[in-house]
């Protein structure tokens, strides 16, 4: 009976172990991100693939709903329509941060992804060498089966002790979600 009542106590500690595990992310010494440069050069090559010089876009981003028209590969976004927190955005008064939101395009999201993959290639940790804490990057991305263009983006900044503990890990700017894409041209 004594041996049953053990056995059990090992598989429950066994079986919690694991669940921590799959619950709290492993420690790296060095920047990550979730996607290969493999992956990102096919889902490049395919969105290239489509020639799209003109096209339209929508994005969410924490409160943020904006719906874009990208007029061909040089020029700037135009703004269709720009919702936050589900109500029409005053033209003189944006919300804070939603400039950045406001001038993306999908190769600006291209090129966002792969400095982070560029960044996770660098085998080091990133602040001032006196400070008694390592600052890393983690990036995550996806990318649109079909079409290739990048359908979510996010980016972070995980602050480590020397000692391996994460102290802070926060977001660098709201994740960015590509909701429908529309190729006119």
Known sequence: MG?????????ACVGLIQLYKT???????????DVTQSEYDQ???KWRARGASE????IHSGSED????VPGTSGPADVLQHLHLGSGVDEENLPQGSGRLRRMTIESLFEDIKEGIDVSAID????SPNSKNNLFYDYSARFNPELGYPTYYSSYLRVTRPSREIVWRSTLDAP??????????
């Open 66 to 69: 904006i719906r874009l028209h």
């Open 23 to 33: 619950n709290i992310p492993e420690h790296v010494d060095r920047s990550t991100i």
């Open 3 to 11: 041996s049953v009542v053990i056995a059990l106590l090992i598989a």
């Open 124 to 127: 080091s940790s990133f602040g």
């Open 176 to 185: 960015v979600e590509v909701t429908d894409v529309k190729i006119i041209r």
């Open 43 to 45: 889902a490049l090559q």
């Open 55 to 58: 096209y339209e876009f929508s």
